[in-house]
C-alpha cells in the first residue's frame, strides 16, 4: 500500500510533465523562427539555436517525466529554464499583470520542479516491477 504522499507527489510529477509537453507542443506549433525571433526580441543568446532546441526540450523531458524515468534530472533542467524565463522576461512584467501573465505560473512551475527534483517518486515501472515481486516498498 501506498503513503497519501507517494500518489500527491506523482500526481504533480505527472501533471509538471504534461505542463512541459503541452508548452513544448506549442512552440512547435508557432514555428521554429517565431519562437527564434521572439527569444532574439528578449535578448537571448543564442537565440535560434534555442529557438530549435527548447520545443523539443519541453516535449520530449514532459513525455519522460510523465513516465518517471529521470524525473530528477529533468525536474532540475526543467528549474533551469523556468529561472531563465523569470529574470530574463517575466520579472519584468510582474506578478500578475492585466495585458500579460505575470510570472506567478512560473513560480509556482518552479516550486514544483523543485518538489519534483528533490522527493523520491518511482516510475510506473518500477511500481509495477515492485508489486509484481511482492516486494514492500518505503515511502517517504
Not at 15 to 26: A, N, P, Q, S
Not at 68 to 97: M, N, P
Amino acid at each position: 500500500m501506498y503513503s497519501m504522499s507517494f500518489y500527491a507527489n506523482t500526481v504533480l510529477r505527472i501533471l509538471t510533465g504534461v505542463i512541459f509537453f503541452m508548452h513544448g507542443k506549442f512552440k512547435l506549433e508557432w514555428g521554429y523562427s517565431n519562437l527564434s525571433e521572439w527569444l532574439y526580441s528578449q535578448g537571448f543568446p543564442l537565440a535560434a539555436f534555442f529557438g530549435h532546441v527548447l520545443p523539443w526540450i519541453e516535449l520530449l523531458g514532459g513525455i519522460i517525466m510523465i513516465i518517471g524515468i529521470g524525473s530528477r534530472y529533468l525536474a532540475i533542467l526543467f528549474s533551469l529554464i523556468l529561472l531563465t524565463a523569470l529574470f530574463k522576461v517575466k520579472l519584468a512584467v510582474g506578478f500578475i499583470s492585466n495585458t500579460n501573465t505575470g510570472y506567478e505560473f512560473d513560480l509556482l512551475l518552479l516550486v514544483a520542479c523543485l518538489h519534483v527534483a528533490v522527493t523520491n517518486t518511482k516510475s510506473l515501472k518500477q511500481v509495477w516491477l515492485t508489486s509484481r515481486k511482492g516486494g514492500e516498498t518505503k515511502h517517504v
